[in-house]
T-cell receptor
Framework: GNSVTQMEGPVTLSEEAFLTINCTYT??????LFWYVQYPGEGLQLLLK?????DKGSNKGFEATYRKETTSFHLEKGSVQVSDSAVYFCALREGTGRRALTFGSGTRLQVQP | GAGVSQSPRYKVAKRGQDVALRCDPI?????LFWYQQALGQGPEFLTYFQNEAQLDKSGLPSDRFFAERPEGSVSTLKIQRTQQEDSAVYLC???????????????FGPGTRLTVL
């Protein structure tokens, strides 16, 4: 079956530090990959996506590259801000047409001033 | 409305009670999803509707869980004879998607936090 594995948190960084949150997956066919973010007190929001191998998704300074050879989709940001403090979820959607998303367990990011 | 809304936001039930959770999707969104999110975990898929048709219910954990969307808009997730292990946040999401191969973003509601005592 499908699965997504994320690094455990919390990840605590100082403002302007470099961020990496690792994500690897197991899936049928050629999945689409996503990062969702959940800010405190808010619902899940799509942060970025990539639908095929070697695609790079980017948004709000965050980037992730779809690496088929390593089945990975690591999230990176060059300089984090306090406002980036949130829980980040990696997710996939099968390439078979099934619409359900499979999520990782989430990684909490805490950015200190 | 501007986004997906869910009600109630919080629900406390005694073990054995039935509960009903409501989801109002974004107007015009064809697809509707229910997910269950246990504390400290990622959301897990429960069921999916396209209009009023329930096309995938493979994630429903038992026959105590039932979902409907009779007019292709509002959806209700019902849990009968609630158990403590049903305590979780129940998330609803909607999207525009119509074609099997197409992708449209799933927009999530704020969730209903269910606590079963």
């Amino acid at each position: 079956g499908n699965s997504v594995t994320q690094m455990e948190g919390p990840v605590t960084l100082s403002e302007e530090a470099f961020l990496t949150i690792n994500c690897t997956y197991t899936a049928t066919g050629y999945p689409s990959l996503f990062w969702y973010v959940q800010y405190p007190g808010e619902g899940l929001q799509l942060l970025l996506k990539a639908t095929k191998a070697d695609d790079k998704g980017s948004n709000k300074g965050f980037e992730a590259t779809y690496r088929k050879e390593t089945t990975s989709f690591h999230l990176e940001k060059g300089s984090v801000q306090v406002s980036d403090s949130a829980v980040y979820f990696c997710a996939l959607r099968e390439g078979t047409g099934r619409r359900a998303l499979t999520f990782g367990s989430g990684t909490r990011l805490q950015v200190q001033p | 409305g501007a986004g997906v809304s869910q009600s109630p936001r919080y629900k406390v039930a005694k073990r054995g009670q039935d509960v009903a959770l409501r989801c109002d999707p974004i107007s015009g969104h064809v697809s509707l999803f229910w997910y269950q999110q246990a504390l400290g975990q990622g959301p897990e898929f429960l069921t999916y509707f396209q209009n009023e048709a329930q096309l995938d219910k493979s994630g429903l954990p038992s026959d105590r869980f039932f979902a409907e969307r009779p007019e292709g808009s509002v959806s209700t997730l019902k849990i009968q004879r609630t158990q403590q292990e049903d305590s979780a946040v129940y998330l609803c999401a909607s999207s525009l998607a119509r074609l099997a191969g197409s992708y449209n973003e799933q927009f999530f509601g704020p969730g209903t936090r269910l606590t079963v005592l």
